[in-house]
């Protein structure tokens, strides 16, 4: 016997997988509700960071990207219609992150600062053109590529999904069993009885009667 509180017990890993598919999906819409939300990027040169902004953001239908540049760092939402660009999420070709980024490669400093390394991604879209990203902080470029991959039907696979996935289904299954508590789980299923000797109990409804 297997307690409930064992999470490598095979009944809590039955149940773990078969809450995956629910959780996940929980977090993809988390991740496409937070690009439709948008972030403001910094532009980066080569020099030094310049003081001037990008603003970035989902259409609510996940059919366009929205882009534009802002006067400053913004700490709330940039409505679609001040920003002039955008990118049809149908045309998005590939998604690169890191070294093989246009922005990281053209610029030989770049390439040397590790953290700007970590923070980059590039968009190729339909007219063979990239749209440079530098997220702001690692929490949001894992939320962008999440989102982005979400978007292309591929599987999300930052250390934030990875983290939120173990942290849902972990309360999830607590929420679950706390009616099982200091309840002893059996690890394998009980056996089946055998057979009855005979099945005279059951009704024949082939018989005739008169």
């Known amino acids: 016997m297997m307690s409930q509180d064992d999470p490598k017990s095979h009944p809590m890993l039955e149940l773990r997988e078969k809450l995956q598919p629910e959780v996940t999906e929980l977090i993809k819409q988390q991740r496409l509700?937070?690009?439709?939300?948008?972030t403001s990027f910094r532009k980066i040169s080569a020099r030094r960071r310049q003081d001037k902004f990008w603003y970035c953001r989902l259409s609510p239908n996940h059919k366009l990207l929205h882009?534009?540049?802002?006067?400053?760092l913004s700490q709330g939402q940039i409505p679609h219609?001040?920003?002039?660009?955008?990118?049809?999420?149908?045309?998005?070709?590939?998604?690169?992150?890191?070294?093989?980024?246009?922005?990281?490669?053209?610029?030989?400093?770049?390439?040397?600062?590790?953290?700007l390394l970590e923070l980059a991604f590039s968009i190729l879209h339909s007219s063979d053109?990239?749209?440079?990203?530098?997220?702001p902080?690692?929490?949001?470029?894992?939320?962008?590529?999440d989102g982005l991959n979400a978007l292309q039907g591929k599987e999300m696979t930052s250390?934030?999904?990875k983290s939120d996935l173990d942290t849902l289904?972990?309360?999830?299954?607590?929420?679950?069993?706390?009616?099982?508590e200091n309840i002893q789980i059996p690890e394998v299923p009980p056996p089946i009885p055998k057979e009855p000797s005979t099945y005279n109990f059951v009704?024949?409804?082939?018989?005739?009667h008169t």
């Open 203 to 208: 009704y024949d409804f082939t018989q005739q």
């Open 169 to 180: 289904i972990t309360m999830e299954l607590k929420l679950r069993l706390l009616d099982l």
């Open 67 to 72: 882009y534009g540049d802002i006067e400053e």
């Open 137 to 145: 902080d690692k929490h949001e470029y894992c939320i962008w590529i």
């Open 33 to 38: 509700n937070r690009l439709c939300e948008g």
């Open 81 to 115: 219609d001040s920003l002039q660009e955008k990118v049809s999420v149908v045309d998005i070709k590939a998604v690169v992150t890191g070294k093989d980024c246009p922005h990281m490669r053209e610029k030989g400093a770049l390439k040397q600062n590790k953290e």
């Open 159 to 161: 250390e934030l999904t």
């Open 129 to 135: 053109e990239y749209l440079n990203f530098i997220a």
